[in-house]
Every structure is written in C-alpha cells, then in structure tokens.
C-alpha cells in the first residue's frame, strides 16, 4: 500500500497521473514549480495531507474535490485573491492551514494586521484549529451570540409586543399629564 509520496525540490512542473495510487494519503510536492494543481483532484479519495509550500501556485479550484483532505502546507505560493481562497472552505476536514507568504496574507496583514488576517482566514474556514503553526483559538460564546443574533424565536417576539404595548401606554399616561398641567 503506497501512502506517502515526496517529490521535494525536483523541479516538477504539473500534478499527473496520481489516479494509480489509490491509497495515496500524503503527497509532498514542495519547493517545486508547480503553477496549477490541476491533476490533484486524481487523489480525491484518499488524499489527507497535501504540502505544495515554496511553489508558483495562484488557483485553488482542484482543492474543491479533496474532501478528506486535513492538511495543506501551502507557505510562499502566488495566491493573490479571496475569490481563489474561497475554494478551501468546501473542504470539510481541513483542520490545519499554512498560507503565510501568499500576496493575499501578506498585503491583508500589511495593511490591516496579522490578527485581520487570521480572523478573516477563521471567519471563512470554520473547521480550522491551526492556522501558520498556530492554535486557532475561538470565542465559543461570542460565535453562538453572532450566529442567533440575526435570529427570533416566538418567545422574544411577543415580550417585545408586550413591551412594545407597555411603553404606548406610558406615552399615553405620559400625554395626558401633560395636557393636564397645560390646562391648570
């Protein structure tokens, strides 16, 4: 059973025929020149750990299909967009990302800081728990106030008509004082 294949720093140009290895579950293609990862999506099934660090890689369409896929090394490629970085966010497993070194890292952490970066980055992967060698750490409490604030169930609504109706009849009450001390 074949489950690891490293190709670091040999000038490898493009991904082929990784449909032989059925139980290909870490593929190391560092340091390489790679431009596309056209052809990764051959491994689909099996791939756990992919590491591309130190390559020319821009696109990130093939990751889409890689849904055991937990780690992806991906340091020092050309990712330059959110639009490219989205197609991480349909892998359901991925649970530790390097991507310190990509235009889009370093122009966002330049300009807004590292913590903009990382909190965009866990915004967007949710599944994540290490992020540059780091722990990602979320506040459980802030998530769940975030994810039911948009949100009303029937209990809220009628104690907000109740109050609603409560503070129309203390204008009122409010209204009549007024107009009597007016007439006095």
Not at 9 to 24: D, E, G
Not at 26 to 31: C, F, I, N, Q, T
């Amino acid at each position: 059973m074949f489950e690891t294949s490293s190709c670091f720093s040999i000038k490898i140009s493009a991904i082929a025929n990784l449909q032989s290895f059925k139980h290909l579950k870490v593929l190391s293609l560092g340091r390489n020149l790679l431009k596309t990862l056209q052809g990764v999506e051959a491994a689909a099934d099996s791939l756990e750990q992919l590491w591309i660090s130190y390559n020319q890689v821009d696109k990130l369409k093939p990751l889409r299909n890689l849904v055991k896929l937990k780690v992806l090394y991906m340091s020092h490629n050309l990712v330059r967009e959110w639009r490219e970085f989205e197609h991480m966010c349909e892998l359901p497993c991925l649970e530790d990302l390097v991507f310190i070194g990509n235009p889009l890292e370093e122009e966002l952490s330049a300009a807004a800081g590292t913590s903009k970066y990382t909190d965009e980055v866990t915004r967007r992967l949710l599944y994540l728990r290490k992020l540059d060698g780091f722990p990602v750490i979320r506040d459980s409490e802030e998530e769940a106030t975030e994810e039911l604030s948009g949100t009303l169930d029937l209990e809220e609504i009628e104690r907000m008509a109740a109050d609603s109706d409560e503070n129309e009849d203390d204008e009122d009450e409010e209204e009549g004082v007024d107009a009597a001390d007016v007439t006095e």
